[in-house]
Every structure is written in structure tokens, then in C-alpha cells.
């Protein structure tokens, strides 16, 4: 690894000061603000608006065990558990599960509107989920979240939301950190904090097509990578199984939600064949990486990249009622969900490793917490199981906040000026950033091989030999900068796991 270069003097920027500073403006960030108390000077900054998040774009809602359908903790704990391979931390899954309720009565209280009727929740049913359990808002729960957590944050007086900001690195010394370094309007500035938390959300933008929001692409990893915090499971991915296939050359790919198949809707190939019967008991509701590689397998034996959902048996007034949104994006692209079954194939979607974190948001520097999806709290082990990530954000959220509370009061304000900067910004990758997701989603794939992999590797290695020095520091180089550290830890940790595995089995 090249040695980082200080560019600047934090000294020469302008300076702001706060006690907590918060990168991302999604759930994660949102709902932990709201969880601290008002006495205590919160900043948010975001380098898109809030609509601009993977949160805003969540559909089917958020997991929770309800005393419906003879549903239990202690069921919900196993389903996460088998979905995430065996490889979930139990203690970390232990605090989600028990901790689910408590935080979808926070969110109410916050002012978000589930669908329930006279007994309760009204509940949606996803995959691997032995029962149905998923706490929903139509079809666009991260929405209806969004839009109710953001508008409160907006009115409290000990929170300032700053969109349209892009945050260059963390600010660390000693292992400590001290706050973050902004471009703000093309400025170099300082944000100095007590407490600083990273709520970055995923990678899917490492991707050609994914389902994420613009401008999800590692950024707080990349920024923990260079001060050299821990990172875990990097090479966890997960591809979404059922992303609406057309095959225009958008980067955003619509999501046709789980919940969907939770209703019923049935997978066949091109044939008219189904095929998920022969490859899991639970069929089109297997565990997510199940059904999709399943897909890609049809797709390879097939002249169609897609295969296809029907949904048919519904009438159209049910659907639109039940899926608005989903049956209007549809519609937009000529299909009536009704009457034609809709193309979908399998697409970048979540993250299951990142910053490794205790189980109350600590991350390996001082001072330093993350949450969301840019974080590993172990819960979703090698595989998430549909609907836990909100919760992941909420129940994690709360207890940063609350960790927060028992320790700033204490803390004496005596690092206010120390400024060691981490950021590698003076490098110009030579390569432009659709030509390396390209590589991502060609080399390292549902079916990727070790010689896949390596092949990235060089490319990747390639890429960043090639980069040139410069000394203008814009949002769109660092990016780069970023994709590419984020992307060598993944291959670095797929290797590694590949590796292991194969002199394991020797
Ligand atoms: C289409 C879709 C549907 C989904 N449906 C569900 C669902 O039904 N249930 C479920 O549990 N999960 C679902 N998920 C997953 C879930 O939505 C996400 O994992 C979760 O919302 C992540 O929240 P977050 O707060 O960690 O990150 P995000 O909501 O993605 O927010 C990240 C924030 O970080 C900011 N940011 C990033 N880099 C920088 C930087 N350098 N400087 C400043 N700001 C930065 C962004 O601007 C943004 O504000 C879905 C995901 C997608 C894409």
C-alpha cells in the first residue's frame, strides 16, 4: 500500500466545531440522531439529499417478531441464523431480535405510519422468514421512514442537516478520531467532534447495475481502510435476486421486492419451466443467495439473460393496492403485472461486511462509531435475511446514541485542533469509474472462480500503478481513490476466505 500523503494543513481550512458528527444522512444516521439527547450539538452531513439513499428505496419493510402467525424470538433468531450460513454472531443477533419491537414503537412514536389494522400490524412475508413478520408501509416503507425521521431531525434545534456535502476522510490522531475533512462548495474545511459516527451505507455503485442510490460506493470504508481501522467479511455480498431486467444501459436497476414472491408470485425460466422446486424446500422463498444463483444458473443454459415472475393469479386492483409502486414502475415499462409476467435477473444489492463494530457501534478507532450497512455488527453472517437491514440500522442506532450519552458528558475538550489527515487524494486514477464497475460485475460475480478474482486483481493492481499524481482534490477522483481501496480489501478477503477453505479441505 502506497504511504498517505498529507495534502494540506487542517490548520489553513476553515473550522467548525460540534459534538457529534455524523456521515450519511439515511435511517442509520437519521434515527441515531434522533436517539441522542437534545442537549447535545449534532451535525449530519450527506454528500447527496436525503432522498438520494438506499434507505429512501427500501421497499418491503423491516423484520420484527410479532405475536402474530405463533411467530417467536427465538424463530426469528434461527431463520437469521440458517440465512446467514452459521456465520452470524449469536450475541449480535441475540440484541436484534429482542431489541426489534422496542425500535419499531420508537419509529412510531417518531412519526412514521405502518399499515395495521384493528389486531395490529398488517405483516408481509419475505424469504427464508418461517413466518410472515415483516412491518411494512405499502411498498415503500424506506420512504414513508425517510420522510418521517428526516422532517423531525429538520425541526429539532440541536441537529444540523447538511446536504450536498461531500466528506473527504476522517480526521484521526493517535488512533482517535477528532472529526472529519469536508469539500463544502469546492472549500476544504474541518469538522472537529467529540464523537464522530460513520453511516456511509453499502457498495452496490462498485457495481455496473445495482439497486442502489447514486453515490453509494464505499465512501466510509475507504476512509477506515486508510486509518487503518478494522474492517470484517469484506467479501460478503449479496445479489438480489429479482431486479427488473431491461436492457437499457441505466445503472440503477428497480427493484421488484421479495415481498412480491411472499405473496406468491412464482419464478420460470424462458421454457415456461419453473425451477426453484428442485433446487430448495422453501422454493421461490429460499435463503436470497439460493435463488439467485439458481437464476443465474437457468440464465446460462438460456438465450434470455432474465428469467420471469408471475404474479398473474392477482387482479390488478389487488396489486395496485398492495404494490403501487411496483405495479407503477411496471406499468411505465409497458408490463401490467396483471396480465404479463415481469423480466427479472439477479443484481447487486447489499453488503454484509464492513466496518467491524462492537455491539454498540464502536468501531477499532476511538471515538470513532459506525452504523447501517457500512458496518459489520455480524448479524447477517455470509447471507442477510430479507428485512433485517432497517432493523440492523435502528436497533444499532439506538444503542450508539445511548453509548454515546453515557460518555460525552465526561469527555474534556482538549483535542479541539489536532488534525492528522488520512486522505490519499492526491492520486488521479487514470481509469474512469464506469470502466472499473464494469470489471466488478464481469470478474466478480454470483459464479466468480479464484482465477476471476485474480484477474481483477491484476487489473485493479494495474489501475492503481497507473494512477497519477495531482494536486486538485475533487469529489470525483477521491471517489475513485475510494472504489478502488474498497475494492482491493474485497478481493484481498475473498482470496484470503477462498484460500483458507481450499487448504481446509485438503
Ligand atoms: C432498492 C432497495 C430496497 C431495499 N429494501 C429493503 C427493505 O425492504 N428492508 C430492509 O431491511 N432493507 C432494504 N434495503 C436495504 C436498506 O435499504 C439499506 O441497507 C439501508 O437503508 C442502509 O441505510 P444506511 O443509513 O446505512 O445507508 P443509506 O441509506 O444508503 O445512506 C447513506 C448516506 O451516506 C451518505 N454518504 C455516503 N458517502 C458519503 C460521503 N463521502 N460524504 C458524505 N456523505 C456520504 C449518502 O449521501 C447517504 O446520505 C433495500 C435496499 C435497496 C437499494
Redesign the pocket.
Known sequence: MREYIIPFDTNNTPKEYTDVVI???????LYTALMLPSDIDVTI????P?K????????????APCDKFNDTKEMFFNDTMVCGRGESDTEAVNILVNEAMDNIIQLEKLGVKFDKDDNGFLLGKEGAHSVSRIVRSGDS??KSVMEALYHLAKSRENINIREN???IDILTYANKSTGILILDDGRVKSIFSKYTII????I?NLFEQT???K??NG??IAMILRANGIVRNMSYLQFHPTVFYNNSSLKQSF?I?EAVRGEGALLYNERGERFMEKVHPMKELAPRDIVSLAIMQQIKKQITPCVYLDITHWNEEALKLRFPTIFGFCQRNNINMAENLVPVAPRM??FMGGIKVDINGKTSIKNLYA????SCTGVHGKNRL??????E?IVFGRRIARNIKENIYDIIDNDKDIRIVNVDSSYKIMEDEHTIAKWMGQYFGIDRTIAKVKQLENKINKAYCNAKKTNIICREEIEKVNMISVIKAIINDDLNKKITKKTNLN
Request: hydrophobic share 35%; aromatic share 8%; net charge negative.
Open positions: 456521515v450519511g444522512c439515511g435511517i442509520a444516521g452531513v450527506a454528500k447527496e436525503y438520494e439513499t438506499n434507505s429512501y428505496l427500501a421497499q418491503g419493510g423491516i423484520a416503507t424506506g456535502i461531500f466528506v453511516n456511509t451505507g453499502g452496490g439497486t442502489n442510490a453515490g453509494i465512501d466510509g427493484l421486492s444489492h447489499y452504523c447501517g450497512e457500512c430479507a428485512s433485517n437491514s432497517l432493523l440500522a
